[in-house]
């Protein structure tokens, strides 16, 4: 079955102190993989796609990376509004349609 | 260029009542897609629909349905509805399955 697991489930950190998020997949047939923001009431704000291991994207704090299994979503210096929860998406090719299957999500709170 | 619209924002009904959601995508997206969105299950494939036509199909029951017209306005209706049908419904428009995915502010249903 189709699996996208994200971790951590909930991260803290200090302004400026870097992480990164991860989003492990297993899937066949792997058509993309989507990055979202979520701000709480509101929908899915689209962050980048990457379509092959080796892509790399960046926006501001924010870069995104992707290998064979799993990819990371790095943040280097985070600001309080940074803090959202951070959705990991993979589009697959599943009996001839396309499906997009979605990880829980990772909260993130950057305190001041 | 105008975002994805859903309508109406909130809505409160009552076990067994039935209701409508609408969807207006970007102009130009001819793929439209629903997911359901609960604090224990995540986000959940619903349908997709491109050019009228339903392409995809989540593992929801038969309650769930969904239409789109030809001006790739889209609406999903659930029937008999249930306590455990409270969540936030997301809709998402796209030029195609393969490219990445625009979501509106989403329709939070309560049912009492």
């Known amino acids: 079955e189709d699996q996208v697991t994200q971790s951590p489930e909930a991260l803290r950190l200090q302004e400026g102190e870097s992480s990164s998020l991860n989003c492990s997949y297993t899937?066949?047939?792997?058509?993309?993989l989507f990055w979202y923001r979520q701000d709480p009431g509101k929908g899915p704000e689209f962050l980048f796609t990457?379509?092959?291991a080796g892509e790399e994207k960046e926006k501001e704090r924010l870069k995104a990376t992707l290998t064979k299994k799993e990819s990371f979503l790095h943040i280097t210096a985070p600001k309080p509004e940074d803090s959202a929860t951070y959705l990991c998406?993979?589009?697959?090719?599943?009996?001839?349609?396309?499906?997009?299957?979605f990880g829980q999500g990772t909260r993130l709170t950057i305190n001041p | 260029k105008a975002g994805v619209t859903q309508t109406p924002r909130y809505l409160i009904k009552t076990r067994g009542q039935q209701v409508t959601l609408s969807c207006s995508p970007i102009?130009?997206?001819?793929?439209v897609s629903w997911y359901q969105q609960t604090p224990g299950q995540g986000l959940q494939f619903l349908f997709e629909?491109?050019?009228?036509?339903?392409?995809n199909k989540g593992n929801f029951p038969g309650r769930f349905s969904g239409r789109q017209f030809s001006n790739s306005r889209s609406e999903m209706n659930v029937s008999t509805l249930e306590l455990g049908d409270s969540a936030l419904y997301l809709c998402?428009?796209?030029?195609?399955?393969?490219?990445?995915?625009?979501f509106g502010q989403g329709t939070r249903l309560t049912v009492v």
């Open positions: 629909y491109f050019s009228e036509t339903q392409r």
């Open positions: 102009s130009g997206h001819r793929s």
């Open positions: 998406a993979v589009q697959a090719q599943i009996q001839g349609a396309q499906k997009l299957v």
């Open positions: 998402a428009s796209s030029t195609t399955a393969n490219t990445e995915a625009f």
């Open positions: 990457l379509y092959s």
């Open positions: 899937v066949s047939g792997l058509r993309g």
